[in-house]
């Protein structure tokens, strides 16, 4: 994955103890006339945006993506100079910090878009500063000349690696750690294998490595793809492992426009029945990681789903997404965190009579009687003849 600030989406969420970890892939080329840069974003987030910041007092113009969590989030993108940023999300690597370095605050993947024009300028930033964020992700770079690298934590010390071929490809392993041995991952190999079959490269060599290394499983699809074009600055973008619609961003082209922000829904309104579905089970999903740290964050998440989904996709949350996160949790007796999602979903939807049945059978469950009957109440209020709150509210008043 990639990440702003200190990767808040990365670290609070995407290595998350008990959760499976989120995997992009990135693919790196080079040649005579090729510097190709192009990356998968694999997670449930459905909220993805493009943005497009002109150039201001000391920082650079650069097209960026990621998504609008906890304030925007950067993960990944191409300046004006051609370079080009990314990250794959990580485990914890034992990071620790050089005393003979500066701190680094701040939204690093777009820093370094914003302050470096060369890969030889952001290894001058790692010697610098202190970055955390390694300690849960690498970074792959490239610049206009073509030449790559990805940064990571290996052996208590910052690497540069690189690979001395004309191309380079990052997923979620440290590269140092299988120097010489066969890699962990299948993105990885699949992707290579492509481009070890090639001569030279092209937009279409990139577009078949990506397209085989995309995923479509529960907790990870690919759910854009971008591809830069670092010495034409261009930028193509594509939705939902679907590389057969791109929509291009040239930079000398947008940047007289000013500052942009598009959402993904916007830029490709043509919907195939898989990224429909999608979209009704990314909230839940997002939901889901959210209470895997506390409910307080994964009703943060609802809140911004709640606030964005409208203008993402013209369409507004439904009853489902709390419903169905808190339907586990009472699964497994666990009522009581359930009732923190049921009560927010009764706050949300008070003209559904569902909204107030699960809410009352949460409360039974804990022994809430009173309150449970006052949903039942509610219920029938709402639904005179439903059936079910009736027989409950008269078997409550039999106690």
């Not at 485990?91 to 500066?102: E, F, L, R, T, Y």
């Not at 001395?164 to 990052?170: I, K, R």
Request: aromatic share 10%.
């Amino acid at each position: 994955m990639r990440f702003r600030g200190i990767f808040p989406v990365l670290c609070l969420l995407l290595v998350l103890p008990g959760m499976p970890s989120l995997a992009c892939t990135i693919v790196m080329v080079s040649g005579q006339e090729v510097a190709l840069a192009g990356s998968n974003e694999d997670s449930f987030f459905p909220l993805t945006l493009l943005w497009i910041t002109p150039a201001s007092e000391g920082s650079y113009a650069r097209i960026t993506l990621g998504y609008k969590l906890m304030g925007n989030s950067v993960q990944g993108g191409m300046n004006q100079h051609g370079l080009f940023v990314d990250g794959n999300s990580l485990p914890s690597q034992g990071w620790v910090s050089d005393p003979a370095k500066k701190r680094h605050m701040g939204p690093l993947l777009d820093q370094l878009l914003a302050k470096c024009a060369t890969l030889e300028e952001v290894k001058d930033f790692f010697r610098t500063y202190n970055v955390p964020g390694l300690d849960q992700a690498r970074i792959p770079v490239m610049d206009r000349s073509g030449a790559s690298m990805v940064v990571e934590w290996y052996g208590g010390k910052v690497v540069f690696l690189e690979s001395g071929q004309p191309y380079q490809v990052a997923t979620n392993f440290v590269g140092s750690a299988y120097a010489g041995r066969e890699k962990p991952c299948w993105r990885y190999k699949k992707a290579v294998a492509l481009l070890e079959q090639e001569s030279t490269y092209s937009l279409k060599t990139v577009i078949g490595a990506l397209d085989a290394s995309h995923q479509e499983n529960e907790y990870a699809r690919t759910v854009y793809s971008f591809i830069c074009d670092l010495k034409k600055g261009e930028v193509l973008v594509y939705n939902y492992h679907d590389f057969s619609r791109p929509v291009k961003f040239s930079l000398t082209e947008e940047l007289p426009k000013g500052a942009q922000e598009h959402y993904l829904g916007q830029l490709f309104p043509q919907r195939t029945p898989e990224f429909e579905e999608f979209l009704e089970v990314g909230p839940v999903k997002m939901i889901e990681m959210g209470l895997s740290r506390n409910p307080q964050i994964a009703l943060m998440f609802f809140h911004q789903l709640k606030k964005e989904y409208p203008i993402a996709y013209g369409r507004e949350i439904s009853i489902h997404v709390l419903s169905q996160a808190a339907r586990p949790l009472m699964e497994n007796g666990q009522a009581e965190t359930a009732l923190v999602f049921l009560k927010r979903n009764a706050d949300e939807f008070p003209d559904a009579p569902r909204s107030h049945l699960e809410l009352a059978e949460a409360y039974l469950a804990l022994h809430q009687n009173e309150e449970a009957r006052k949903e039942y109440e509610k219920v029938l209020a709402l639904d005179p003849g439903h059936k079910q709150a009736q027989q409950a509210l008269e078997d409550i008043v039999r106690q």
